[in-house]
T-cell receptor, first 111, second 113 residues
Framework: DMKVTQMPRYLIKRMGENVLLECGQD?????MYWYRQDPGLGLQLIYI???????SEGDIPKGYRVSRKKREHFSLILDSAKTNQTSVYFC??????????FGPGTRLTVL | GDSVTQTEGQVALSEEDFLTIHCNYS??????LFWYVQYPGEGPQLLFR?????EKGSSRGFEATYDKGTTSFHLRKASVQESDSAVYYC????????????FGLGTRVSVFP
């Protein structure tokens, strides 16, 4: 059963705190992604990972960093979170150009 | 850069109505086109895709035809049900899938009994 998991599902942080969002996949996909979803802006690509320790900026990487030490895990890190980083974050993985598998999302609120 | 435009932001329908969501794209290459559907509390999931001009993608009664001439990939369904209420995203992948997908802004479809 192909699956992408995300933890936590909901998170409330204060401005300036550090945030760690975790993503896992059980499909051995090499490529993984982080997107954020905002009303009126759709889904925007933050970072891409091609494999362990091989990461690339997406369209909106500012304020974020990522870590991928195992193929099945991909983390999104916000150092000193800002209120404008309140959003729903989606992780995805893919094996080919034909489909990306998305996780259920993490709703982050930064107060 | 690449872009996807969905004309309708929200659509409200009654059951058994005909649904059309317009999607136009702009890409430098020959992209693969996708329709994704997102239900409340879930991530987007692939509805179907098309990779060549005139190719028709279809799933669960939804269909769309890749039209390179008009750079369009309009989503249609002949008779919607309340369970089709969701947000629909048109997306494209241009040449290198590892660059991620470019999504439209999404269309919220609400179907009323």
């Amino acid at each position: 059963d192909m699956k992408v998991t995300q933890m936590p599902r909901y998170l409330i942080k204060r401005m300036g705190e550090n945030v760690l969002l975790e993503c896992g996949q059980d499909m051995s996909h090499e490529t993984m992604y982080w997107y954020r979803q905002d009303p009126g802006l759709g889904l925007q690509l933050i970072y891409i990972s091609y494999d362990v320790d091989s990461n690339s900026e997406g369209d909106i990487p500012k304020g974020y960093r990522v870590s991928r030490k195992k193929r099945e895990h991909f983390s999104l890190i916000l150092d000193s979170a800002k209120t404008n980083q309140t959003s729903v974050y989606f992780c995805a993985s893919s094996l080919s150009q034909y489909e990306q598998y998305f996780g259920p999302g993490t709703r982050l609120t930064v107060l | 850069g690449d872009s996807v435009t969905q004309t309708e932001g929200q659509v409200a329908l009654s059951e058994e109505d005909f649904l059309t969501i317009h999607c136009n794209y702009s890409a430098s290459g020959y992209p693969t086109l996708f329709w994704y559907v997102q239900y409340p509390g879930e991530g987007p999931q692939l509805l179907f895709r098309a990779s060549r001009d005139k190719e028709k993608g279809s799933s669960r009664g939804f269909e769309a035809t890749y039209d390179k001439g008009t750079t369009s990939f309009h989503l249609r369904k002949a008779s919607v049900q309340e369970s089709d209420s969701a947000v629909y995203y048109c997306a494209l992948s241009d040449r290198n899938y590892a660059q991620g997908l470019t999504f439209g802004l999404g269309t919220r479809v609400s179907v009323f009994p």
